[in-house]
């Protein structure tokens, strides 16, 4: 009997305990995340102290108080600055919100974590049954992956090691963190890549957080084990950390693939543990053993009263909720037919995206505007290190240029020409225009000097008629040298084919 599985055949009556002393394993290999995000609320989650994102910009322990620092009489409350944003990206992220949830403790015991526990969730968290959609293989290619939950908890502070010796900074410490975990749905180093950077914008967009990888606003562990292709059951696993760019992280995914397999063709167990790894050296190293939910002696948290929430607080936090990356590249994709030149810049910040937009609701071509914005809008930012804000013309300046660009009333390089002098000088559009005499003629004057250049072009306009259309572009030139290349070429070859007949 052959049952359908997949894309795939298996024919029941196979033995394949005998096949696969014949032939080698393929193994498969199947990855979930732990993700931490770092909100940037006004606050700390538990306190009234302020939650800084560049922690380089304090002194060492600058930024505490008595709460934070874990001192016997101090009691945590709740801050709904961390609450607002926490509720935003749970909507974000397309979770199950529990309006009813509990705070637990987390027990261990690093000279960084004051109080001796973190205060997380995990017997009633929150939030629950998210998904978050993205795209592959240079947006040809949907995938989704189901997220387990979207906690909230805080962050511990920093150890520094100098010179044998180790001081501590509690100025991160209770800092809100949203800590994401997924369910074991990517089969790809691209993949987790493409789900991260998809993550970081939703983030970023919704203004929940900066996740900067680099500065550590954004952790990520990966958990990686490696099974047999048609084994239901998920095999040892282990867990990497220390990872701040996607490029360390898919370096870091290959590395362990390559271990496991190794071991497992080796006959060898994989051990369950935490891995720690070396990008200089693109190597991974064992950290300890892989702690179990039992280790962390978890219990309710009983200075923290249950979190209760209504539905006129979740759906003001909805209000705020902008159009998804994922959402934008579908509609560019398939409503503008971008391709990857396009779409990657588009997407990658907000505030340009929303730019792109406007103007397509303002009546500029998708097409016309997204050329503009990624050709030349983006290089000149670029180019300058600047942001969109710190640009010295307006949003409808810039709009005006491309419109008398899209009519034909100013030509592409004169465009060009004019935008230069928008960014250098601050001038307007209107009046660079008027200054450099780039105004086009209109259909009357321009089929004057047309019909004049047929005149003086006989030979021409008989070739035309005899099929040499090779003739036209020469007519053509001429037009553009008589009105001194302010007219649009293509008008031009227009009317010279309307009048020639």
Not at 184 to 204: A, G, M
Not at 342 to 368: Q, R
Request: include cysteine.
């Amino acid at each position: 009997m052959i049952e359908i599985k997949g894309l795939f055949f298996i024919n029941k009556n196979i033995n394949f305990k005998l096949l696969n002393k014949n032939m080698a394993k393929d193994y498969e290999i199947v990855i979930w995340l732990e993700i931490h995000i770092k909100l940037n609320s006004k606050t700390k989650l538990f306190c009234s102290c302020d939650n800084v994102q560049n922690f380089d910009e304090l002194k060492p322990n600058e930024n505490i108080c008595s709460v934070c620092t874990g001192q016997p009489w101090a009691l945590p409350v709740l801050q709904e600055w961390a609450l607002k944003k926490w509720v935003k990206l749970w909507l974000a992220l397309n979770c199950k919100i529990n309006k009813f949830s509990n705070f637990d403790r987390k027990s261990y015991f690093y000279p960084d974590l004051p109080i001796g526990y973190q205060i997380t969730q995990l017997f009633h968290p929150t939030n629950t049954d998210g998904r978050v959609s993205f795209f592959v293989d240079n947006y040809k290619e949907e995938k989704s992956v189901k997220i387990l939950q979207a906690h909230m908890e805080a962050d511990a502070g920093k150890t520094i090691h100098e010179w044998w010796k180790a001081y501590l900074d509690y100025n991160r410490a209770a800092t809100p963190l949203v800590e994401i975990v997924t369910y074991p749905d990517f089969r790809s180093d691209d993949e987790v890549v493409e789900f991260l950077k998809e993550l970081q914008r939703i983030v970023r967009f919704n203004w929940v957080g900066d996740a900067d990888l680099e500065k550590w606003q954004m952790r990520c562990d990966v958990n990686i084990s490696l099974r047999e292709r048609w084994v239901e059951t998920l095999w040892t696993r282990a867990e990497l950390k220390n990872m701040n760019s996607f490029s360390a992280i898919k370096r870091a995914i290959n590395h362990e693939y390559k271990r496991q397999k190794k071991l497992l063709e080796a006959g060898k167990e994989v051990d369950q543990e935490t891995r720690g790894w070396n990008d200089d050296k693109w190597t991974s190293y064992t950290m300890r053993s892989k702690e179990d939910a039992l280790d962390y002696r978890y219990f309710p948290e009983p200075d923290l009263p249950p979190l209760e929430l209504t539905d006129e607080f979740i759906e003001e936090q909805k209000k705020w909720l902008v159009k998804s990356a994922f959402e934008r590249t579908k509609q560019y994709k398939e409503e503008y037919n971008f391709s990857k030149e396009y779409i990657t810049p588009l997407i990658w910040d907000l505030a340009i995206s929303d730019y792109f937009e406007n103007l397509v609701k303002d009546g500029i071509k998708p097409k016309n505007a997204a050329r503009w914005i990624v050709n030349t809008l983006l290089r000149y930012l670029n180019d300058e290190n600047i942001s969109l804000e710190d640009v010295k013309f307006s949003y409808e300046d810039f709009k005006f240029l491309l419109k008398k660009e899209q009519d034909g009333e100013i030509l592409w390089n004169q465009a060009k020409d004019v935008f230069k002098e928008m960014i250098t000088n601050g001038k307007t559009p209107a009046e660079v225009i008027e200054e450099k005499w780039y105004k086009a003629q209109d259909d009357g004057e321009l089929e004057s000097i047309i019909s004049e250049i047929l005149k003086e072009n006989a030979q021409a306009v008989e070739d035309i008629k005899a099929g040499k259309m090779n003739a036209i572009w020469f007519l053509v030139g001429q037009v553009m040298k008589k009105t001194q290349w302010k007219s649009n070429p293509a008008k031009a070859k227009e009317m010279i084919m309307k009048l020639v007949g």
